[in-house]
């Protein structure tokens, strides 16, 4: 397994933005085929936010997330973006990275994903 390293998250007022980055050591990043960001909030299952096919740039999304998050890769594919717009108290969560190998059954499923990072935490505030 590779560890994965989250960074961005933070404190913010409902209706800000926040935006989430994820690397991977060296250039294991270039080797995946889906990365994705799940989210748990306490005393919730963990749940899938988005995810992205690294080769052709499709997208996924939480039914509770569209239109308001982006997914995204730099154009080497060294980070994962997650953009977040528009924030509302229920996106209050712990935010994990996470990557595979393989295509995925279920996009937006955390058992699908083999390498995760340690997470970063998003705070929304009224």
């Known amino acids: 397994q590779v560890q994965l390293r989250e960074s961005g998250g933070g404190s913010v007022q409902a209706g800000g933005s926040l935006r989430l980055s994820c690397t991977a050591p060296?250039?294991?990043?270039?080797?995946?085929?889906?990365m994705g960001w799940f989210r748990q909030a306490p005393g919730k299952e963990r749940e899938g936010v988005a995810a992205?096919?690294?080769?052709?740039?499709?997208?996924y999304y939480a039914d509770s997330v569209k239109g308001r998050f982006a997914i995204s890769q730099d154009s080497n594919k060294n980070t994962l973006y997650l953009q977040m717009n528009r924030l509302k108290l229920e996106d209050t969560a712990m935010y994990y990275c996470?990557?595979?190998?393989?295509?995925?059954?279920?996009?937006?499923?955390?058992?699908?994903?083999?390498?995760w990072g340690q997470g970063t935490q998003v705070t929304v505030s009224s």
């Open positions: 996470a990557a595979d190998l393989f295509e995925p059954d279920d996009w937006l499923e955390a058992s699908e994903y083999n390498d």
């Open positions: 060296g250039h294991t990043a270039s080797s995946y085929y889906s």
């Open positions: 992205i096919y690294t080769v052709g740039g499709s997208t």
